[in-house]
């Protein structure tokens, strides 16, 4: 965390152009998100935003997958809750549950 690694994976999910790599790092993030320490690095480096607008995106579905995934983590803390609720995340998550073709 100290090394710059969520800044990575940060710019990855906007910066990519491949839905692969943007899973993977969702996927990355999602597991640094289990700690409140890696909650607290990934809102430091403005992480909630693409996770959220990755709901929006037309990726793939392990991308959308991985990122609601990364959000589910977040919401463990207090602040990943409020910043999920403020960007809209959380009708963005209901609309891909209800949808016929939610991963």
Known sequence: LLLGGVELLVNLLDKAGDDSVVEGAAIALSNLALAEQGRTAII????????????????????????????????????GRERIIALGGVELLVKHCASKDAP
């Open 44 to 79: 430091a480096a403005g992480g909630m935003e693409p996770l959220v607008r990755i709901l929006s995106q037309a990726l793939n579905d392990g991308a959308v997958a991985a990122s609601a995934g990364a959000l589910r983590n977040m919401a463990c803390g207090v602040e």
